[in-house]
C-alpha cells in the first residue's frame, strides 16, 4: 500500500469549479495508475478519472468537465501530486472523491475499474454542488 492523501474539496455553486489535489509519492505515480472515484449518498463509488505513464481516462459523466494532470517532480523520492480540476459543476457532482491506486494488483493503465482493484484509498475530500 501507498500513502494518498486529497484535499480541495468544498461547497460550490452551480456552474462554478474547484480543483482537488491526490498527494502521493512519485514513484507511486511512475509506475501506477492513479485513479480518481466519487461516491454520492446510496451510490456505488464510481471511477470517474485515471492517470498513467501512458494516458488518461475521463468517465462520460465528467468528460468535457474534468481535466487530470500531474506535478513534474523529477525527485524519485519527492512528493508529487495529481490534481482533478472540476469545472462547469452540477448539483449531482455533490459527492465525497477519492484518489486510489492498485499496488498489489498492478493497476498500472488507464481505464474503468472496479473499486476492488484497489488497495491504496486516500481518506477522501467532499465535494457539494448546491444552489
Known amino acids: 500500500q501507498v500513502q494518498l492523501v486529497e484535499s480541495g474539496g468544498d461547497l460550490v455553486q452551480p456552474g462554478g469549479s474547484l480543483k482537488l489535489s491526490c498527494a502521493t509519492s512519485?514513484?507511486?505515480?511512475?509506475?501506477?495508475?492513479v485513479h480518481w472515484f466519487r461516491q454520492a449518498p446510496g451510490k456505488q463509488r464510481e471511477d470517474i478519472s485515471c492517470?498513467?505513464?501512458?494516458?488518461?481516462?475521463?468517465?462520460?459523466?465528467v468528460k468535457g468537465r474534468f481535466t487530470i494532470s500531474r506535478d513534474s517532480a523529477r525527485n524519485p523520492e519527492a512528493k508529487s501530486t495529481v490534481f482533478l480540476e472540476m469545472h462547469s459543476l452540477k448539483p449531482e457532482d455533490t459527492a465525497v472523491y477519492y484518489c486510489?491506486?492498485?499496488?498489489?494488483?498492478?493497476?498500472?493503465?488507464?481505464?474503468?475499474?472496479?473499486?476492488?482493484?484497489?488497495?491504496?484509498w486516500g481518506q477522501g475530500t467532499q465535494v457539494t454542488v448546491v444552489s
Open positions: 512519485r514513484f507511486t505515480l511512475d509506475i501506477y495508475a
Open positions: 492517470i498513467s505513464s501512458s494516458g488518461t481516462y475521463y468517465a462520460d459523466s
Open positions: 486510489a491506486a492498485g499496488i498489489t494488483t498492478q493497476v498500472t493503465d488507464c481505464g474503468p475499474e472496479h473499486p476492488g482493484m484497489f488497495d491504496s
